[in-house]
Protein backbone atom coordinates (compact mmCIF):
# COMPACT_ATOMS: atom_id res chain seq x y z
CA UNK A 1 0.00 0.00 0.00
CA UNK A 2 1.61 3.31 -1.35
CA UNK A 3 0.52 6.75 -0.23
CA UNK A 4 -0.77 5.53 3.35
CA UNK A 5 0.55 6.20 6.64
CA UNK A 6 -0.57 2.49 8.14
CA UNK A 7 -0.14 -1.14 6.69
CA UNK A 8 -3.24 -2.15 6.25
CA UNK A 9 -2.44 -5.72 5.04
CA UNK A 10 -0.35 -5.95 8.04
CA UNK A 11 -3.47 -5.13 9.88
CA UNK A 12 -5.66 -7.65 7.99
CA UNK A 13 -2.92 -10.26 8.60
CA UNK A 14 -3.08 -9.39 12.21
CA UNK A 15 -6.35 -9.97 12.83
CA UNK A 16 -6.52 -13.10 10.37
CA UNK A 17 -8.66 -10.78 7.67
CA UNK A 18 -11.38 -9.83 10.55
CA UNK A 19 -12.31 -6.37 9.06
CA UNK A 20 -14.92 -5.58 11.49
CA UNK A 21 -12.21 -6.25 13.61
CA UNK A 22 -9.86 -3.66 12.36
CA UNK A 23 -12.59 -1.18 12.07
CA UNK A 24 -12.99 -2.01 15.45
CA UNK A 25 -8.71 -1.05 16.25
CA UNK A 26 -9.18 1.72 13.98
CA UNK A 27 -11.76 3.23 16.65
CA UNK A 28 -9.60 2.73 19.85
CA UNK A 29 -6.61 4.18 17.86
CA UNK A 30 -8.76 7.22 16.61
CA UNK A 31 -9.85 7.98 20.34
CA UNK A 32 -6.54 6.71 22.63
CA UNK A 33 -3.46 7.45 20.55
CA UNK A 34 -4.02 10.94 19.74
CA UNK A 35 -4.84 12.77 23.04
CA UNK A 36 -1.70 10.61 24.02
CA UNK A 37 -0.12 12.18 21.38
CA UNK A 38 -1.04 15.84 22.48
CA UNK A 39 0.40 14.72 26.09
CA UNK A 40 3.41 14.12 24.92
CA UNK A 41 3.93 17.41 22.99
CA UNK A 42 2.63 19.52 26.07
CA UNK A 43 4.96 17.09 28.32
CA UNK A 44 8.00 18.05 25.89
CA UNK A 45 6.78 22.31 25.61
CA UNK A 46 7.34 21.98 29.31
CA UNK A 47 10.59 19.85 29.05
CA UNK A 48 9.34 16.92 31.52
CA UNK A 49 11.32 14.32 29.79
CA UNK A 50 10.14 11.85 32.28
CA UNK A 51 7.06 11.89 30.93
CA UNK A 52 7.85 12.17 27.57
CA UNK A 53 9.84 8.99 27.70
CA UNK A 54 7.12 7.38 29.61
CA UNK A 55 4.52 8.24 26.78
CA UNK A 56 6.57 7.62 23.62
CA UNK A 57 7.26 3.94 25.52
CA UNK A 58 3.20 3.75 25.95
CA UNK A 59 3.00 4.63 22.42
CA UNK A 60 5.48 2.58 20.42
CA UNK A 61 3.46 -0.68 20.46
CA UNK A 62 0.68 0.58 18.71
CA UNK A 63 3.00 3.28 16.04
CA UNK A 64 4.59 -0.39 15.81
CA UNK A 65 1.52 -2.05 15.61
CA UNK A 66 -0.30 0.31 13.00
CA UNK A 67 3.21 -0.11 10.72
CA UNK A 68 3.33 3.66 10.79
CA UNK A 69 6.77 3.40 9.21
CA UNK A 70 7.45 7.16 9.05
CA UNK A 71 7.82 7.51 12.56
CA UNK A 72 8.77 4.40 14.15
CA UNK A 73 12.18 5.09 14.33
CA UNK A 74 11.22 8.51 15.89
CA UNK A 75 9.45 7.21 18.84
CA UNK A 76 12.05 4.87 19.55
CA UNK A 77 14.48 7.91 19.46
CA UNK A 78 12.30 9.96 21.61
CA UNK A 79 12.08 7.34 24.41
CA UNK A 80 15.72 6.22 24.41
CA UNK A 81 17.24 10.12 24.25
CA UNK A 82 14.56 11.21 27.11
CA UNK A 83 15.26 8.41 29.11
CA UNK A 84 19.41 8.68 29.17
CA UNK A 85 19.01 12.92 29.07
CA UNK A 86 21.13 13.13 25.74
CA UNK A 87 20.48 15.10 22.31
CA UNK A 88 17.41 16.38 24.32
CA UNK A 89 17.47 19.69 21.86
CA UNK A 90 17.02 17.63 18.97
CA UNK A 91 13.56 15.47 20.91
CA UNK A 92 11.27 18.59 20.04
CA UNK A 93 10.95 18.20 16.44
CA UNK A 94 10.86 14.38 16.81
CA UNK A 95 7.70 14.54 18.94
CA UNK A 96 6.17 17.81 16.71
CA UNK A 97 6.78 15.17 13.90
CA UNK A 98 5.38 11.98 15.58
CA UNK A 99 1.96 14.25 16.65
CA UNK A 100 1.57 15.37 13.33
CA UNK A 101 1.49 11.89 11.38
CA UNK A 102 -0.72 10.63 14.36
CA UNK A 103 -3.08 12.81 13.57
CA UNK A 104 -2.88 12.31 9.72
CA UNK A 105 -3.00 8.10 10.55
CA UNK A 106 -5.91 9.02 12.57
CA UNK A 107 -7.79 10.89 9.34
CA UNK A 108 -6.73 8.39 6.93
CA UNK A 109 -7.85 5.98 9.36
CA UNK A 110 -11.52 7.64 9.58
CA UNK A 111 -11.73 7.84 6.27
CA UNK A 112 -11.27 4.21 4.93
CA UNK A 113 -13.05 2.95 8.17
CA UNK A 114 -14.95 5.33 10.23
CA UNK A 115 -17.42 6.55 7.37
CA UNK B 1 -10.29 -34.47 28.44
CA UNK B 2 -13.35 -31.84 27.10
CA UNK B 3 -11.27 -28.57 27.30
CA UNK B 4 -12.37 -26.32 30.15
CA UNK B 5 -12.63 -22.43 29.79
CA UNK B 6 -10.90 -20.64 30.97
CA UNK B 7 -11.06 -16.71 32.31
CA UNK B 8 -8.48 -14.56 31.07
CA UNK B 9 -7.91 -11.01 31.82
CA UNK B 10 -5.81 -8.80 30.17
CA UNK B 11 -4.53 -5.50 31.53
CA UNK B 12 -3.11 -2.84 29.59
CA UNK B 13 -3.24 1.23 29.97
CA UNK B 14 -2.61 1.21 26.01
CA UNK B 15 -6.11 0.44 24.64
CA UNK B 16 -5.22 -0.56 21.43
CA UNK B 17 -2.86 -2.79 22.39
CA UNK B 18 -5.45 -4.39 24.73
CA UNK B 19 -7.69 -4.69 22.22
CA UNK B 20 -5.09 -6.40 19.67
CA UNK B 21 -4.02 -8.79 22.41
CA UNK B 22 -7.85 -9.62 23.72
CA UNK B 23 -8.95 -10.07 19.86
CA UNK B 24 -5.88 -12.58 19.70
CA UNK B 25 -6.82 -14.70 22.54
CA UNK B 26 -10.55 -14.50 22.14
CA UNK B 27 -9.74 -16.57 18.75
CA UNK B 28 -10.22 -19.74 21.05
CA UNK B 29 -13.61 -20.35 21.83
CA UNK B 30 -12.80 -21.46 25.31
CA UNK B 31 -11.09 -18.52 25.98
CA UNK B 32 -13.03 -15.73 28.30
CA UNK B 33 -11.53 -12.84 27.82
CA UNK B 34 -11.84 -9.58 29.38
CA UNK B 35 -9.47 -6.40 29.27
CA UNK B 36 -8.69 -3.77 31.76
CA UNK B 37 -6.98 -0.62 31.20
CA UNK B 38 -6.18 0.39 34.88
CA UNK B 39 -4.74 -1.71 37.43
CA UNK B 40 -7.86 -0.31 39.86
CA UNK B 41 -10.39 -1.87 37.48
CA UNK B 42 -8.15 -4.99 37.33
CA UNK B 43 -8.18 -5.27 40.97
CA UNK B 44 -11.69 -4.15 40.89
CA UNK B 45 -12.86 -7.89 39.44
CA UNK B 46 -9.83 -10.10 41.01
CA UNK B 47 -12.47 -11.40 42.93
CA UNK B 48 -13.68 -13.06 39.63
CA UNK B 49 -10.27 -15.33 39.97
CA UNK B 50 -8.92 -15.16 36.81
CA UNK B 51 -7.14 -18.06 35.83
CA UNK B 52 -4.35 -16.18 33.57
CA UNK B 53 -3.70 -12.67 33.99
CA UNK B 54 -1.81 -10.71 31.43
CA UNK B 55 -0.07 -7.49 33.31
CA UNK B 56 1.89 -4.77 31.46
CA UNK B 57 4.63 -4.16 33.57
CA UNK B 58 4.45 -0.05 34.03
CA UNK B 59 0.49 1.26 34.43
CA UNK B 60 0.00 4.53 35.21
CA UNK B 61 -1.32 3.77 38.31
CA UNK B 62 0.58 1.11 39.84
CA UNK B 63 3.77 -1.03 38.94
CA UNK B 64 3.98 -4.18 38.08
CA UNK B 65 5.46 -5.75 41.32
CA UNK B 66 2.85 -4.25 43.09
CA UNK B 67 0.08 -5.98 41.37
CA UNK B 68 2.08 -8.80 41.12
CA UNK B 69 2.26 -8.74 45.22
CA UNK B 70 -1.48 -8.19 45.00
CA UNK B 71 -2.56 -10.77 42.65
CA UNK B 72 -0.71 -13.35 44.49
CA UNK B 73 -1.96 -12.62 47.71
CA UNK B 74 -5.93 -12.39 46.98
CA UNK B 75 -5.77 -15.11 44.34
CA UNK B 76 -2.93 -17.56 44.56
CA UNK B 77 -3.91 -19.37 42.22
CA UNK B 78 -4.26 -17.19 38.99
CA UNK B 79 -0.84 -17.65 36.32
CA UNK B 80 0.79 -14.23 35.48
CA UNK B 81 2.04 -13.50 32.10
CA UNK B 82 3.82 -10.15 32.10
CA UNK B 83 4.02 -8.05 28.54
CA UNK B 84 6.51 -5.58 28.82
CA UNK B 85 7.67 -2.33 26.30
CA UNK B 86 11.43 -2.72 28.07
CA UNK B 87 13.38 -5.74 27.17
CA UNK B 88 15.19 -5.79 30.53
CA UNK B 89 16.63 -9.08 31.52
CA UNK B 90 17.28 -7.80 34.91
CA UNK B 91 13.63 -7.04 34.99
CA UNK B 92 12.24 -10.42 33.61
CA UNK B 93 14.55 -12.81 35.72
CA UNK B 94 13.77 -10.69 39.13
CA UNK B 95 9.97 -11.53 37.75
CA UNK B 96 10.19 -15.56 36.98
CA UNK B 97 11.91 -15.60 40.23
CA UNK B 98 9.05 -14.14 42.08
CA UNK B 99 6.51 -16.46 40.25
CA UNK B 100 5.71 -15.04 37.43
CA UNK B 101 4.93 -17.74 34.36
CA UNK B 102 6.19 -15.91 31.67
CA UNK B 103 7.65 -12.65 30.70
CA UNK B 104 6.99 -11.05 27.04
CA UNK B 105 8.64 -8.46 25.30
CA UNK B 106 6.26 -5.72 22.76
CA UNK B 107 7.53 -6.78 19.46
CA UNK B 108 6.18 -8.75 16.39
CA UNK B 109 6.01 -11.64 17.84
CA UNK B 110 4.16 -10.76 21.04
CA UNK B 111 1.12 -12.24 20.33
CA UNK B 112 1.97 -15.75 18.89
CA UNK B 113 4.35 -15.75 22.11
CA UNK B 114 1.81 -15.05 24.21
CA UNK B 115 -0.76 -17.73 22.36
CA UNK B 116 1.91 -20.17 22.98
CA UNK B 117 2.21 -19.25 26.75
CA UNK B 118 -1.38 -19.33 27.34
CA UNK B 119 -1.54 -22.50 25.43
CA UNK B 120 1.00 -23.97 28.16
CA UNK B 121 -0.76 -22.80 30.78
CA UNK B 122 -3.99 -24.05 30.28
CA UNK B 123 -2.97 -27.56 30.04
CA UNK B 124 -1.53 -26.80 33.37
CA UNK B 125 -4.31 -25.27 34.31
CA UNK B 126 -6.84 -28.00 32.94
CA UNK B 127 -4.89 -30.82 34.86
CA UNK B 128 -4.94 -28.73 38.15
CA UNK B 129 -9.16 -28.11 37.64
CA UNK B 130 -9.22 -31.82 36.87
CA UNK B 131 -6.81 -32.67 40.07
CA UNK B 132 -9.41 -30.77 42.58
CA UNK B 133 -12.30 -32.25 41.17
CA UNK B 134 -11.19 -35.91 41.81
CA UNK B 135 -9.63 -34.59 44.91
CA UNK B 136 -13.57 -33.29 45.94
CA UNK B 137 -14.86 -36.54 44.45
CA UNK B 138 -12.57 -38.54 46.43
CA UNK B 139 -13.80 -36.58 49.86
CA UNK B 140 -17.27 -36.99 49.08
CA UNK B 141 -16.56 -40.46 48.45
CA UNK B 142 -15.23 -40.55 52.74
CA UNK B 143 -18.11 -38.91 53.81
CA UNK B 144 -17.88 -41.12 57.14
CA UNK B 145 -21.76 -40.86 57.80
CA UNK B 146 -22.16 -42.17 54.07
CA UNK B 147 -19.54 -45.29 53.93
CA UNK B 148 -19.58 -46.16 57.27
CA UNK B 149 -22.30 -48.14 58.04
CA UNK B 150 -23.72 -48.50 61.87
CA UNK B 151 -25.76 -47.06 63.93
CA UNK B 152 -24.70 -49.57 66.95
CA UNK B 153 -23.04 -47.58 70.29
CA UNK B 154 -19.14 -48.59 69.21
CA UNK B 155 -19.45 -47.42 66.10
CA UNK B 156 -20.99 -44.18 66.89
CA UNK B 157 -18.37 -44.05 69.44
CA UNK B 158 -15.98 -44.04 66.19
CA UNK B 159 -17.59 -41.87 64.72
CA UNK B 160 -17.06 -39.16 67.31
CA UNK B 161 -13.18 -40.27 67.43
CA UNK B 162 -13.07 -39.60 63.58
CA UNK B 163 -14.95 -35.88 63.85
CA UNK B 164 -12.54 -34.97 66.53
CA UNK B 165 -9.59 -36.14 64.75
CA UNK B 166 -10.43 -34.49 61.93
CA UNK B 167 -10.17 -31.16 63.28
CA UNK B 168 -7.17 -31.04 64.81
CA UNK B 169 -3.57 -32.38 63.60
CA UNK B 170 -3.29 -34.84 66.27
CA UNK B 171 -1.47 -38.01 65.36
CA UNK B 172 -3.92 -41.13 65.20
CA UNK B 173 -3.54 -44.48 66.12
CA UNK B 174 -5.79 -47.32 65.15
CA UNK B 175 -6.40 -50.61 66.68
CA UNK B 176 -8.60 -53.33 65.24
CA UNK B 177 -8.70 -56.94 63.93
CA UNK B 178 -8.27 -57.54 60.42
CA UNK B 179 -10.91 -56.79 58.43
CA UNK B 180 -12.68 -54.08 60.88
CA UNK B 181 -11.61 -51.19 58.21
CA UNK B 182 -8.64 -49.22 59.95
CA UNK B 183 -7.77 -48.09 56.60
CA UNK B 184 -11.24 -46.72 55.83
CA UNK B 185 -10.96 -44.78 59.31
CA UNK B 186 -7.95 -43.12 58.32
CA UNK B 187 -8.75 -41.64 54.90
CA UNK B 188 -12.30 -40.46 56.58
CA UNK B 189 -10.25 -38.66 58.86
CA UNK B 190 -7.69 -37.74 56.28
CA UNK B 191 -10.90 -36.73 53.72
CA UNK B 192 -12.82 -34.69 56.33
CA UNK B 193 -9.96 -32.34 57.70
CA UNK B 194 -8.37 -29.52 56.19
CA UNK B 195 -6.10 -31.64 54.54
CA UNK B 196 -8.16 -33.17 52.01
CA UNK B 197 -6.88 -31.42 49.42
CA UNK B 198 -3.64 -32.44 49.81
CA UNK B 199 -2.07 -36.21 49.31
CA UNK B 200 -3.21 -39.13 51.16
CA UNK B 201 -0.86 -41.53 51.31
CA UNK B 202 -0.99 -45.36 52.69
CA UNK B 203 1.81 -47.54 53.89
CA UNK B 204 1.70 -51.02 54.74
CA UNK B 205 4.97 -51.70 56.67
CA UNK B 206 4.21 -55.48 56.77
CA UNK B 207 4.20 -55.85 53.40
CA UNK B 208 7.60 -53.98 52.74
CA UNK B 209 10.73 -55.95 53.21
CA UNK B 210 12.02 -54.23 56.05
CA UNK B 211 15.77 -53.66 54.24
CA UNK B 212 13.59 -51.55 51.59
CA UNK B 213 10.95 -49.71 53.91
CA UNK B 214 13.55 -46.91 54.94
CA UNK B 215 13.95 -46.11 51.57
CA UNK B 216 10.53 -46.34 50.67
CA UNK B 217 9.33 -44.49 53.17
CA UNK B 218 12.28 -41.59 53.30
CA UNK B 219 13.72 -41.71 49.66
CA UNK B 220 16.58 -42.44 48.12
CA UNK B 221 19.86 -40.75 46.00
CA UNK B 222 21.47 -42.28 43.13
CA UNK B 223 23.53 -44.73 44.07
CA UNK B 224 22.60 -44.74 47.33
CA UNK B 225 22.69 -48.77 47.65
CA UNK B 226 23.03 -51.04 44.84
CA UNK B 227 20.38 -50.28 41.98
CA UNK B 228 19.24 -47.15 43.44
CA UNK B 229 19.17 -45.73 39.83
CA UNK B 230 18.08 -42.29 40.25
CA UNK B 231 17.10 -40.67 43.15
CA UNK B 232 13.46 -41.38 44.55
CA UNK B 233 11.22 -39.38 46.58
CA UNK B 234 9.87 -41.41 49.80
CA UNK B 235 6.77 -41.70 51.25
CA UNK B 236 7.29 -38.67 53.69
CA UNK B 237 7.84 -36.78 50.52
CA UNK B 238 4.65 -37.66 48.72
CA UNK B 239 2.35 -37.06 51.50
CA UNK B 240 4.03 -33.25 52.37
CA UNK B 241 1.08 -30.99 53.48
CA UNK B 242 -0.86 -34.17 53.66
CA UNK B 243 -1.14 -37.41 55.43
CA UNK B 244 0.54 -40.13 56.15
CA UNK B 245 -1.32 -43.70 56.89
CA UNK B 246 1.32 -46.10 58.45
CA UNK B 247 -1.01 -49.80 58.73
CA UNK B 248 0.60 -52.18 60.42
CA UNK B 249 3.25 -50.04 62.39
CA UNK B 250 3.61 -53.05 64.98
CA UNK B 251 5.82 -54.95 62.25
CA UNK B 252 8.16 -51.80 61.98
CA UNK B 253 11.97 -53.10 62.53
CA UNK B 254 13.74 -51.81 65.92
CA UNK B 255 15.86 -49.87 64.24
CA UNK B 256 13.64 -47.99 61.48
CA UNK B 257 11.41 -47.34 64.77
CA UNK B 258 14.05 -45.15 65.99
CA UNK B 259 14.93 -43.22 62.49
CA UNK B 260 11.06 -43.00 62.85
CA UNK B 261 10.92 -41.23 65.87
CA UNK B 262 13.50 -38.91 64.52
CA UNK B 263 11.26 -37.74 61.93
CA UNK B 264 8.51 -37.67 63.86
CA UNK B 265 10.24 -34.71 66.65
CA UNK B 266 12.31 -32.97 64.37
CA UNK B 267 9.46 -32.67 61.21
CA UNK B 268 12.70 -33.27 59.02
CA UNK B 269 13.57 -36.22 56.87
CA UNK B 270 16.71 -37.19 55.28
CA UNK B 271 16.96 -39.25 52.08
CA UNK B 272 19.18 -42.03 52.19
CA UNK B 273 22.55 -41.34 50.82
CA UNK B 274 21.94 -37.98 51.22
CA UNK B 275 22.84 -35.29 54.44
CA UNK B 276 20.66 -32.41 53.97
CA UNK B 277 17.48 -32.25 55.92
CA UNK B 278 15.02 -32.07 54.14
CA UNK B 279 11.60 -30.41 55.90
CA UNK B 280 7.91 -32.09 55.70
CA UNK B 281 4.75 -31.21 56.92
CA UNK B 282 3.11 -34.44 57.43
CA UNK B 283 -0.04 -35.77 59.25
CA UNK B 284 0.95 -39.14 60.84
CA UNK B 285 -1.97 -41.88 61.10
CA UNK B 286 -1.22 -45.14 62.09
CA UNK B 287 -2.66 -48.73 62.54
CA UNK B 288 -2.21 -52.07 63.73
CA UNK B 289 -3.98 -55.05 64.54
CA UNK B 290 -1.53 -55.78 67.56
CA UNK B 291 -1.94 -54.93 71.31
CA UNK B 292 1.08 -52.26 70.96
CA UNK B 293 1.51 -51.84 74.88
CA UNK B 294 1.99 -55.66 74.83
CA UNK B 295 5.12 -55.37 71.82
CA UNK B 296 6.43 -52.46 74.20
CA UNK B 297 6.58 -54.78 77.39
CA UNK B 298 8.02 -57.57 75.13
CA UNK B 299 10.78 -55.50 73.82
CA UNK B 300 9.45 -55.02 70.48
CA UNK B 301 8.22 -51.92 70.17
CA UNK B 302 10.12 -48.87 71.30
CA UNK B 303 8.70 -47.27 73.94
CA UNK B 304 9.05 -43.86 73.31
CA UNK B 305 7.41 -44.29 69.60
CA UNK B 306 4.38 -45.69 71.40
CA UNK B 307 3.79 -42.71 73.50
CA UNK B 308 4.60 -40.24 70.07
CA UNK B 309 2.41 -42.58 68.25
CA UNK B 310 -0.31 -43.19 70.65
CA UNK B 311 -1.87 -39.68 70.41
CA UNK B 312 -5.43 -40.04 69.85
CA UNK B 313 -6.38 -43.64 70.12
CA UNK B 314 -9.48 -45.22 67.79
CA UNK B 315 -10.15 -48.40 68.41
CA UNK B 316 -12.35 -49.88 66.17
CA UNK B 317 -14.97 -52.68 67.31
CA UNK B 318 -14.97 -56.16 65.41
CA UNK B 319 -18.12 -56.73 63.71
CA UNK B 320 -19.69 -59.53 66.54
CA UNK B 321 -19.51 -56.70 68.69
CA UNK B 322 -21.95 -54.65 66.67
CA UNK B 323 -24.89 -56.50 66.61
CA UNK B 324 -27.32 -55.24 64.34
CA UNK B 325 -25.00 -53.62 61.98
CA UNK B 326 -24.09 -56.60 60.47
CA UNK B 327 -27.43 -56.73 58.77
CA UNK B 328 -27.64 -53.02 57.52
CA UNK B 329 -23.47 -54.02 56.18
CA UNK B 330 -25.15 -56.95 54.90
CA UNK B 331 -28.05 -55.24 53.00
CA UNK B 332 -25.31 -52.51 51.72
CA UNK B 333 -23.30 -55.32 50.39
CA UNK B 334 -25.97 -56.92 48.98
CA UNK B 335 -27.58 -53.81 46.97
CA UNK B 336 -23.70 -53.04 46.21
CA UNK B 337 -23.07 -56.56 44.59
CA UNK B 338 -26.74 -56.59 42.41
CA UNK B 339 -26.36 -52.98 41.50
CA UNK B 340 -22.62 -53.56 39.94
CA UNK B 341 -23.61 -57.04 38.51
CA UNK B 342 -27.11 -55.91 37.06
CA UNK B 343 -28.78 -58.19 39.44
CA UNK B 344 -32.66 -58.09 40.86
CA UNK B 345 -32.59 -56.44 44.37
CA UNK B 346 -32.33 -59.59 47.03
CA UNK B 347 -33.49 -59.49 50.73
CA UNK B 348 -31.98 -61.31 53.46
CA UNK B 349 -34.90 -64.32 55.41
CA UNK B 350 -35.23 -63.83 58.63
CA UNK B 351 -33.71 -67.39 58.99
CA UNK B 352 -30.59 -65.89 57.04
CA UNK B 353 -30.14 -63.09 59.35
CA UNK B 354 -30.43 -64.94 62.06
CA UNK B 355 -27.61 -67.08 60.42
CA UNK B 356 -25.52 -63.94 60.01
CA UNK B 357 -26.00 -62.52 63.42
CA UNK B 358 -25.11 -65.64 65.24
CA UNK B 359 -21.57 -65.81 63.58
CA UNK B 360 -18.67 -64.53 64.57
CA UNK B 361 -16.72 -63.03 61.76
CA UNK B 362 -13.38 -63.22 62.49
CA UNK B 363 -12.64 -62.02 59.36
CA UNK B 364 -14.97 -59.11 60.03
CA UNK B 365 -16.28 -56.78 57.39
CA UNK B 366 -13.73 -58.38 54.40
CA UNK B 367 -15.40 -61.74 55.33
CA UNK B 368 -18.76 -60.64 55.82
CA UNK B 369 -18.17 -59.05 51.72
CA UNK B 370 -16.92 -62.26 50.90
CA UNK B 371 -19.73 -64.37 52.42
CA UNK B 372 -22.83 -61.99 50.87
CA UNK B 373 -21.18 -61.68 47.77
CA UNK B 374 -21.12 -65.43 47.42
CA UNK B 375 -24.47 -65.17 49.04
CA UNK B 376 -26.28 -63.37 46.19
CA UNK B 377 -24.86 -65.46 43.23
CA UNK B 378 -25.93 -68.91 45.28
CA UNK B 379 -29.60 -67.42 45.86
CA UNK B 380 -31.74 -67.95 42.71
CA UNK B 381 -34.82 -66.06 43.61
CA UNK B 382 -34.85 -62.46 45.07
CA UNK B 383 -33.84 -64.12 48.55
CA UNK B 384 -31.02 -64.66 50.42
CA UNK B 385 -31.99 -67.77 52.73
CA UNK B 386 -29.88 -69.45 55.21
CA UNK B 387 -28.17 -72.07 53.08
CA UNK B 388 -27.36 -69.63 50.93
CA UNK B 389 -24.85 -68.25 53.70
CA UNK B 390 -22.04 -69.96 53.30
CA UNK B 391 -20.03 -69.65 56.34
CA UNK B 392 -16.26 -70.95 55.09
CA UNK B 393 -14.31 -71.26 57.98
CA UNK B 394 -13.34 -74.58 58.53
CA UNK B 395 -12.92 -74.35 62.69
CA UNK B 396 -14.40 -76.87 64.64
CA UNK B 397 -15.26 -73.86 67.31
CA UNK B 398 -16.92 -71.16 64.80
CA UNK B 399 -19.06 -74.22 63.26
CA UNK B 400 -20.67 -74.26 66.42
CA UNK B 401 -22.21 -71.26 67.29
CA UNK B 402 -25.39 -70.96 67.97
CA UNK B 403 -25.43 -74.78 68.40
CA UNK B 404 -25.97 -76.56 71.90
CA UNK B 405 -23.27 -78.72 72.82
CA UNK B 406 -22.08 -80.63 75.77
CA UNK B 407 -18.78 -80.13 77.82
CA UNK B 408 -17.09 -82.94 76.37
CA UNK B 409 -18.17 -82.05 72.60
CA UNK B 410 -16.62 -78.69 73.46
CA UNK B 411 -13.44 -79.47 74.83
CA UNK B 412 -12.78 -82.15 71.37
CA UNK B 413 -13.54 -78.90 69.30
CA UNK B 414 -11.43 -76.61 71.01
CA UNK B 415 -8.58 -79.05 70.65
CA UNK B 416 -9.44 -79.93 66.94
CA UNK B 417 -9.57 -76.09 66.23
CA UNK B 418 -5.69 -75.77 68.00
CA UNK B 419 -4.31 -79.11 66.33
CA UNK B 420 -5.50 -77.38 63.29
CA UNK B 421 -4.18 -73.55 63.79
CA UNK B 422 -1.02 -75.48 64.92
CA UNK B 423 -0.11 -77.83 62.21
CA UNK B 424 -0.76 -80.93 64.19
CA UNK B 425 1.75 -80.02 66.83
CA UNK B 426 0.43 -81.96 69.49
CA UNK B 427 3.01 -80.96 71.79
CA UNK B 428 3.04 -76.97 71.04
CA UNK B 429 -1.09 -77.51 71.64
CA UNK B 430 -0.93 -79.43 74.75
CA UNK B 431 1.38 -76.60 76.30
CA UNK B 432 -1.16 -73.92 74.93
CA UNK B 433 -4.47 -74.75 76.90
CA UNK B 434 -2.22 -76.22 79.57
CA UNK B 435 -3.20 -79.80 79.36
CA UNK B 436 -1.43 -82.89 79.27
CA UNK B 437 -0.11 -84.15 75.82
CA UNK B 438 -1.65 -87.91 76.88
CA UNK B 439 -4.52 -86.51 76.99
CA UNK B 440 -4.51 -85.31 73.42
CA UNK B 441 -3.14 -88.84 72.24
CA UNK B 442 -5.61 -90.89 73.84
CA UNK B 443 -8.18 -88.54 71.85
CA UNK B 444 -6.67 -89.23 68.40
CA UNK B 445 -6.25 -92.80 69.57
CA UNK B 446 -10.03 -92.67 69.91
CA UNK B 447 -10.91 -91.08 67.17
CA UNK B 448 -12.80 -88.32 68.36
CA UNK B 449 -9.67 -86.16 67.03
CA UNK B 450 -8.81 -85.79 63.26
CA UNK B 451 -5.55 -85.65 62.46
CA UNK B 452 -4.43 -86.07 58.97
CA UNK B 453 -0.74 -86.15 59.96
CA UNK B 454 0.61 -85.44 63.27
CA UNK B 455 4.45 -84.68 64.19
CA UNK B 456 6.22 -86.30 67.58
Known sequence: ?115 | MKPTPILIHIVEDDAFYCSLLAHHLSLNPEHHVKKFTSARAFLDALHEKPDIVTLDYSLPDGTGDQLLSQVKELSPDTKIIFISGQNDIKIAIDLLKKGVHDYIVKDDDTKERLWIAVEHLRETIELKKELDSLRNEVAKKYDFQKVMIGNSDPIRQVFQWIDKASKTNITVSINGETGTGKELVAKSIHFNSFRKKQPFVAVNVAAIPKELLESELFGHEKGAFTGAAGRRIGKFEEAHKGTLFLDEIGEMDLSLQAKLLRVLQEKEITRVGSNQLIPIDVRIIVATHKNLLHEVKNGRFREDLYYRLLGLPIVVPPLRERGNDIILIARFFIDQFCRENSLQSKTLTVEAKKKLMLYNFPGNIRELKSIVELACVMSDENEIDAPHINISSNSYIEKMNGEDVTLRDFTTRLIQHYLEVYQYDVLKVAEKLDIGKSTIYRMIKNNELVVSKYQN
Open chain 1, 1 to 115: MTNSYFNIEHLLELTNNDINFVKELAGVFCETIPPMADEMQIACDESNWQAVSQLAHKLKPSIDTMRIESIRDDILQIESRTKQNIELHTVPALVTKVCEVVYLTRDELMASFLK
